[in-house]
């Protein structure tokens, strides 16, 4: 933008803090800013403490558990459940919560949507929700089959009621039109990147306030909707605003390289003027990566190193195929490199789980 004065940049986005950005393309005077607002309903919102009062939920109690005499007898059982609901993710509750929104719409129609961690937590959930005589359930996420996928935006038997349970796939990615009522946990499973040990994980947190108001944005598409948060308000004001920025969650091997191929460019210092610039120990390890792979030699960037800048791909995948063309096996270096990039084409449901194997 320094040096190309006809040209435009427009970022658009539904939950990113606006004003970080403003302030690192020049501040106010030089960046303008458009908020429009968006064409939901309203969306009445009932925490933990409101969903085990409305629904009556008593979850079983260990014993021995003597609440205090002066405590109104109300008080003292919904604080007895709310310590026993805990923290984790109840699914007693949210059935007792899917039944309760079915008795309050009555002959309404209209779709429930569940926002779950993962694909076991969605099985789970399933499981508890199919007691209910009169429910549709189905999965979404991402590795369902496409057709699977699809039932939920066709509507459902007569007489039942759909309800998905999905994870954070329904919070942007796609609009389930019929949708009155979000359940949320408010729990998400992020990948986290830690430089020190050099490993990704894949960990189960609490979700942005930023995604759980994206989240209750769904039930308000069609009319005023709800949305039960089965968490308390506590929880939620010690939730992070937004999500952690994807270039501090990940390693930096291929962005790295991507930058040293522009001439001339010291990395370090390039990732040091980015908006959250990730930690020095994280950049300081995939230049190291880049050196142990051949595609720097000291801080030059090699032959190799130009080719696998190239290939957007991992960057040891990128390898094998640069050495395959070189040795003339090129089709077996394809083909090893296609199988480690996606993911098992065999399906193994687990219903089906023994009829896979054979």
């Known amino acids: 933008l320094r040096y190309r004065k006809d040209l435009k940049v427009i970022l658009m986005s539904a939950t990113l803090d ?15 800013l458009v908020n429009i607002p968006g064409r939901t309903f309203p969306v009445t919102d009932y925490y933990l403490d409101d969903v085990i009062r409305d629904t009556g939920f008593a979850p079983e109690l260990s014993e021995g ?74 999965p979404l996420h ?59 994980r894949l960990q189960e947190v609490w979700a942005s306030q930023a995604a ?33 920025p994807e270039i501090r969650r990940v390693p930096l091997e291929q962005l790295c390289l991507s930058v040293k191929s522009m001439k001339g460019i010291d990395v370090a210092n390039f990732l040091a003027n980015t908006i959250t610039p990730p930690e020095s120990i994280a950049v300081e390890g995939a230049l190291t990566f880049l050196r142990r792979v051949g595609a720097l030699d000291h801080d030059r960037l090699t032959a190799l190193g130009r080719y696998l800048s190239m290939i957007p791909a991992d960057l040891r995948c990128a390898k094998l195929m640069i050495y395959g063309a070189i040795f003339g096996c090129m089709e077996s270096c394809l083909t090893i490199a296609a199988i480690l990039t996606v993911k098992s084409p065999f399906v193994s449901p687990r219903e089906k789980r023994d009829e896979a194997d054979a």
């Open 212 to 244: 759980c108001k994206q989240r209750r944005g769904r039930a308000g598409r069609v009319r005023a909707g709800i949305c039960y948060k089965l968490y308390t308000r506590k929880a939620e004001s010690n939730m992070a605003q937004r999500p952690d």
């Open 18 to 32: 606006a004003n970080i950005f403003v302030d690192y393309f020049g501040g106010s005077k030089s960046v303008g």
């Open 65 to 138: 558990f003597d609440e205090e005499d002066d405590a109104p007898q109300g008080e003292a059982s919904l604080g007895k459940a709310l310590r026993s609901v805990g923290m984790g993710i109840n699914y007693d509750l949210i059935a007792s919560t899917v039944q309760y929104i079915d008795a309050q719409l009555g002959d309404e129609p209209g779709g429930i949507l569940i926002f779950l961690p993962g694909t076991l937590e969605i099985e789970r959930c399933l499981t508890a929700v199919k007691r209910i005589p009169n429910t549709h359930p189905l």
């Open 142 to 200: 991402a590795s369902l089959l496409p057709a699977e996928q699809r039932r939920v935006f066709q509507g459902p038997p007569r007489g039942k009621r759909k309800v998905i349970a999905a994870t954070n796939v329904a919070e942007t990615s796609i609009t389930i039109e019929d949708v009155v009522a979000v359940i949320d946990t408010g729990r998400v499973k992020e990948t986290s990147y830690d430089p020190k040990d050099n490993m990704v």
